[in-house]
């Protein structure tokens, strides 16, 4: 407590040190384009790389030479444009603003020497082998979350939603989709963390990140089976290779909940006989206390979070290898007034404008609690091939455990009611071969992969889940055609799940076995095409499809942080999608543009659906939730626009509309997120010449955010059974809309020789009174009110190289 104590201490003196009167921290929303060709014969050089030293990153030159660098902050930087058999060129440009900066075609000589093999060291994007619908979060924008759940930081981006357990518990939700439909990726790793439940947030440090990429829609050539929502990759910044050892700090500070985070990074890239080597270290303490609505705190919705992770990694021109650990340990409380001790208190809560209980603030984490600790051991190997290509096998074991502790303990003291225990292992091996010229000048690049999964659960004390072993394996081959204006990519993949569960008789104490398997095959097709400079069209069609899980077919139990009787159904199929996606994207000087549509038919789709009639247990009645199979459409539009009304005022406008229905009981779903539009006003201020080089890059924004009020969903009625009142549908109707509006203001800054970036941000400023459809929680409080939250990153260099 006292280490917690004095992270909020150095914030509050931080707070009052620094000011933010005006201020901006790094605005990294420009874009750099160009075209790389020969000199020789002025053709378009498809593959050429281009590689910005000070950002570790860049991009490949499609058919047409064209290359597109995004997310670029303001500087000086300097940049390599190379390809086999030509002479490397290298260029220095200054990034001034957030606009389009458009280079002069580069020409490249050929080089007359004996070719020598050339390494690209560009930190590629796992997301970039793929023509599917994407979005990102980088630079700016991922700064601005610092410090928010990762549900709640891909909530920025159109299309992404996430559903709630109160303030401290999120996960995502693309296009209606989550749980075990999304795949997430964890340095490259799948995460496997129980993320069947609806309250079980994903186990990832969000200051792991430097990128956040979104696949939206099915991706399961790739990725695997259960990618048929979309797949999330948290990507780490790449290994240092300038020789000198460097450290970051990140502060972040919330009024609400009175938060203090402190997340700190020191990494060394060494010379001379150690040149390849590297080492990076990370570590992350977070505690929130009692969150606070507009009228009333939260009683025991305090959590908090410690992290931290190390990886070394060793890489020479045609091998690497790399070796990552991470920690991810978490307590978080539930909030007391929903949790109930029979039905009739259920629905008295649920009619009851304001929990019973109203304390002030407090740190104090009680039952009853999750307490989750998630352990991720990462083992990477590359190896390189001029003539036959690029070979990776990435092999990981994963160990989640999860206790979950009731609001009152029968016979036990100190035991959780739940306890479950998931290890996990995993086995990717990838073969890229190397790019192929074609007669007609297009250009072939693809990869064939395999990839494995063997898991195991143990539960002890009360039952929800039984114990299961769980095996699976596929193999892929994807390709991508690129010729002038179009890229064309297709792909095909085989599936095969093998499922025990392990039964035991409490009465006899024998064990019984169930045991089930499925196998599948999917593909894809997509394309792009350049229609001009500024205007790409792009369409993606693919099948997907996902197998039950153990908790799907035999749950049977009360689940205690869901606060629900879950009933299984063991005679589930597997759910089969066919889901379609078409995009446009246009992007000049002063206008943006990316809209994009998308269909998702789902047969036998899986979902938890509230039951009418309550299961009486030892401790009460309780709602009880019983899964269910249909088949499903989940079609919608998520759209970016922005526009530069000045050379300094920016408008920004993203709208999502998301439509989903039950074609079995033609009816609507339940827990389908509500159509969004978030417009903001961003103002950058001009550098006085009297500040330079103290305060600089200053920006003020201000957004408001309209959520509509969800009106598909299934009726809402009640009846009286055994004097007891029965709801159908739901066990309260939607909540109406609401509106929010938030700011933010930045600023960097120099704390003696290195930089210093400010984020001074408010949600909900009018602490407007609203519920989320979303929320589990809705039935009994209001979310959260006013929040101010002060972030502030701070580089260091220790030595250099």
Not at 115 to 124: C, D, I, M, P, S
């Amino acid at each position: 407590m006292r280490g917690y104590l004095t992270i909020w201490f150095v914030m509050n003196i931080l707070a009052g040190v620094v000011q933010v009167g005006y201020g901006q921290s790094r605005s990294c929303r420009a874009i750099l384009t160009g075209r790389i060709l020969g000199a020789d014969n002025h053709e378009p050089l498809t593959g050429a790389t281009v590689y910005i030293r000070e950002l570790a990153t860049g991009a490949v030159a499609d058919s047409a030479g064209n290359f597109q660098v995004l997310s670029v902050c303001p500087g000086r930087y300097t940049i390599d444009f190379q390809f086999v058999g030509y002479k490397t060129i290298d260029q220095t440009i200054i990034v001034r603003n957030d606009s389009t900066l458009s280079l002069a075609p580069i020409a490249l000589l050929p080089d007359s020497e004996t070719l020598r093999e050339v390494v690209v060291t560009e930190h590629r994007s796992e997301a970039q082998q793929l023509l599917q619908n994407q979005a990102a979060l980088s630079g700016n924008a991922l700064e601005a979350t610092r410090g928010q759940s990762l549900g709640e930081s891909l909530k920025a981006l159109p299309g992404l939603y996430s559903i709630q357990t109160g303030p401290s518990i999120s996960k995502p939700v693309i296009h209606g989709l989550y749980s075990n439909r999304i795949l997430t990726l964890n340095n490259g790793v799948r995460q496997e963390d129980q993320q069947w439940g609806s309250e079980h947030a994903p186990q990832i440090d969000q200051f792991l990140a430097a990128q956040l990429t979104v696949i939206k829609g099915a991706a399961s050539i790739k990725y695997g089976s259960d990618a048929i929502g979309g797949v999330i990759l948290v990507e780490p910044k790449a290994m240092p290779t300038v020789p000198g050892l460097r450290s970051e700090v990140n502060l972040v500070g919330g009024t609400n909940g009175r938060q203090g985070t402190v997340s700190g990074l020191m990494e060394q890239a060494f010379t001379n006989k150690l040149a390849g080597l590297s080492w990076r270290l990370q570590g992350t303490l977070k505690r929130v206390g009692y969150a606070k609505t507009p009228n009333y705190y939260l009683e025991n919705s305090s959590y908090l979070e410690n992290s931290f992770a190390g990886t070394v990694k060793y890489t020479k021109q045609r091998i690497g290898a790399e070796l990552f650990y991470s920690q991810f340990y978490t307590k978080v409380g539930l909030f007391r007034g929903a949790q109930v001790g029979s039905l009739a208190d259920f629905y008295a809560a649920i009619a009851r404008p304001e929990p019973l209980s109203q304390p002030g603030f407090s740190y104090d984490l009680g039952r009853p609690y999750q307490q989750v600790q998630h352990d991720l051991l990462k083992a990477k190997a590359f190896i390189r091939s001029e003539r036959l290509g690029m070979l990776t096998l990435t092999v990981a074991h994963q160990q989640n455990v999860r206790r979950e502790y009731d609001i009152q303990s029968f016979s036990r003291v100190t035991d959780p009611e739940l306890y479950l225990k998931l290890v996990t292992q995993t086995a990717d091996l990838i073969w890229e071969h190397q790019p192929i010229k074609t007669a007609n000048g297009g250009q072939l690049s693809g990869s064939v992969g395999f990839n494995g999964i063997t898991q195991g659960n143990v539960r002890r004390f009360l039952f929800l889940i039984p114990n299961y072993r769980n095996y699976g394996g596929g193999v892929y081959a994807l390709e991508r055609y690129a010729h002038d204006r179009w890229t064309l990519e297709g792909g095909i993949r085989y599936d095969y799940r093998w499922l025990r569960a392990y039964f035991l008789d409490e009465t006899t104490k024998l064990t019984t076995e169930k045991t089930r398997d499925w196998s599948n095959v999917t593909g894809s097709l997509g394309t792009t095409y350049q229609l001009t400079s500024k205007l790409m069209l792009s369409g993606n069609v693919s099948t997907a499809w996902r197998a039950p899980t153990v908790s799907d077919l035999y749950s049977n139990g009360l689940h205690q942080s869901a606060v629900a009787y879950e009933q299984g159904n063991p005679d589930l199929n597997p759910e089969q999608a066919y889901n379609l996606n078409v995009s446009v994207e246009y992007s000049s000087d002063r206008l943006y543009v990316d809209m994009g549509i998308y269909n998702n038919w789902i047969n036998n789709y899986i979902y938890l659906k509230p039951d009418s009639v309550p299961i009486i247990r030892q401790r009460g009645a309780f709602p009880a939730y019983t899964y269910n199979q249909v088949r499903a459409t989940f079609r919608g539009l998520d759209a970016t626009v922005r526009y530069k009304l000045t050379s300094q005022l920016t408008l920004t406008s993203k709208t999502s509309l998301l439509f989903a229905y039950d074609h079995t009981n033609r009816d609507y779903l339940v827990y389908i997120p509500a159509n969004h539009t978030e417009n903001g006003l961003r103002y950058d201020f001009e550098k006085p010449a009297s500040r330079q080089g103290r305060i600089t890059d200053v920006y003020l924004s201000v957004n408001h955010q309209y959520v509509a009020r969800q009106n598909r969903v299934p009726m809402v009625t009640q009846r009286e059974e055994n004097g007891q009142i029965i709801f159908t549908g739901d066990f309260a109707p939607p909540p109406p809309a609401y509106s929010l509006i938030g700011a933010e203001v930045g600023f960097s800054c120099k704390v003696g020789s290195n930089p210093m970036n400010v984020i001074l941000m408010g949600t909900n400023l009018l602490n407007q009174s609203y519920r989320d459809y979303l929320d589990r929680f809705r039935y009994f409080a209001d979310e959260p009110g006013r929040n101010i939250m002060l972030k502030v990153k701070l580089p260091l260099v220790f030595a250099r190289g």
